[in-house]
């Protein structure tokens, strides 16, 4: 009785998290990295944009080869549906139309990568202790 009292006690307090990692998955507002290293920072995790980046491509979610495809999603993230890109177009001073890439983070990715960062620093808690 005390364990399915407790079980119950978590799933009440969980409530709150879950209806917002399930609203930010079905989300079809995607973000930039800037923006999800500034959700992790809210949520303790000791990381700027730049050091994103640099674990982004230290564990094969972008590209970290220079040229075209740099910080482009590998297919790795492209599978998972944790990334996608947006394309848009502008007339520079020439007059000529040019097009622009931009790297962004679904609402599946933000869940995805604030849970394995708040995963890792749980466990390097552990490890310290």
């Known amino acids: 009785k005390e ?5 119950e006690r978590t799933i009440e307090q969980q409530k ?16 930039l990295v800037a923006d ?10 000791d990381i700027g944009e730049i050091r ?4 982004l491509r230290k564990n094969k979610y972008v ?3 220079t040229g075209r495809s740099y910080n482009m999603p590998t297919q790795k993230a492209m599978n998972l ?4 890109v947006k394309e848009g177009t502008y007339i520079n ?8 890439k931009t790297t962004l983070v679904t609402g599946k990715g933000q869940v995805y990568f604030i ?15």
Do not use: D, Y
């Open 3 to 7: 364990k399915l009292h407790l079980a």
């Open 16 to 31: 709150p998290q879950v209806l917002f990692a399930e609203s930010v998955t079905a989300s079809s507002t995607s973000i």
């Open 36 to 45: 999800l290293a500034k959700i992790l920072k809210k949520n303790g995790v």
């Open 52 to 55: 994103l980046w640099e674990w």
């Open 63 to 65: 590209i970290s080869e």
């Open 81 to 84: 549906k944790v990334m996608e």
């Open 93 to 100: 001073s020439k007059g000529e139309s040019k097009i622009t």
């Open 115 to 129: 849970n394995k960062f708040l995963k890792a620093r749980e466990e390097s808690l552990c490890l310290n202790r």
